[in-house]
């Protein structure tokens, strides 16, 4: 049961570089989000997909790129690393758009530092 | 967004029920209440969810007051493994997008 499968674990960036987060799922399931967490705080979606080719903005899309080519992979791509994108980042999915007909699984995370 | 309220700490003894309350005053009458919680260094699991009625699973129950504008999620004996925060979400009736809005939760600690 490998569910949501976060990689890396970890990551020092310098600030300016590049990096992609990935996220793939095994539930066959068609929605799938990028939330991140700053210390303390709650969480706060970044973006989000409702299926293979499609994507939207979240909340806090600045500063990140996403992609959807299949229905298992939900990569986030951060181009140009600022300090403040130091957060632990989530991937989600769920097999329907509502969470009252299928909860939310979650990766364990990234944790990002950027210097 | 429709708001909960919940206290930002609370202690329990192992082996003892743990009750854990979220206010949500605003809340509609189509709005679903949903409870996630967050061990250390993970990301966030499914507890339970409801609309009006208690609903019970092999994790927790939920109470859902008869007015609606208040919640109590009950863990019927606490273990160690409980500790985490716990986060009480509303998701509103015709949501753009379906997703949830994490606030800070409750942060529960568990005594041996």
């Known amino acids: 049961n490998a569910g949501v499968t976060q990689t890396p674990k970890f990551r020092i960036l310098k600030i300016g570089q590049s990096m992609t987060l990935q996220c793939t799922q095994d539930m066959n399931h068609n929605y799938m989000y990028w939330y991140r967490q700053d210390p303390g705080m709650g969480l706060k979606l970044i973006y989000y997909?409702?299926?293979?080719?499609?994507?939207d903005k979240g909340e806090v899309p600045n500063g990140y790129n996403v992609s959807r080519s299949t229905t298992e992979d939900f990569p986030l791509r951060l181009e140009l690393a600022a300090p403040s994108q130091t957060s632990v980042y989530f991937c989600?999915?769920?097999?329907?758009?509502?969470?009252?007909?299928?909860?939310?699984?979650f990766g364990n995370g990234t944790r990002l530092t950027v210097t | 967004d429709a708001k909960t309220t919940q206290p930002n700490s609370m202690e329990s003894n192992e082996e003892e029920p743990v009750h854990l309350p979220c206010n949500h005053s605003t809340i509609s009458g189509t709005d679903y209440i949903h409870w996630y919680r967050q061990l250390p260094s993970q990301g966030p699991e499914y507890v339970i969810h409801?609309?009006?009625s208690n609903v019970n699973n092999r994790m927790a129950s939920l109470a859902i007051a008869e007015d609606r504008k208040s919640s109590t999620l009950i863990l019927h004996r606490a273990t160690l493994r409980d500790a985490a925060v716990y986060y009480c979400i509303l998701e509103e009736y015709g949501g753009s997008q379906g997703n949830l809005i994490f606030g800070k939760g409750t942060k529960l600690s568990v005594k041996p």
């Open positions: 997909s409702v299926g293979a080719g499609i994507t």
């Open positions: 409801g609309l009006t």
């Open positions: 989600a999915s769920s097999g329907d758009r509502l969470p009252r007909n299928s909860p939310l699984h």
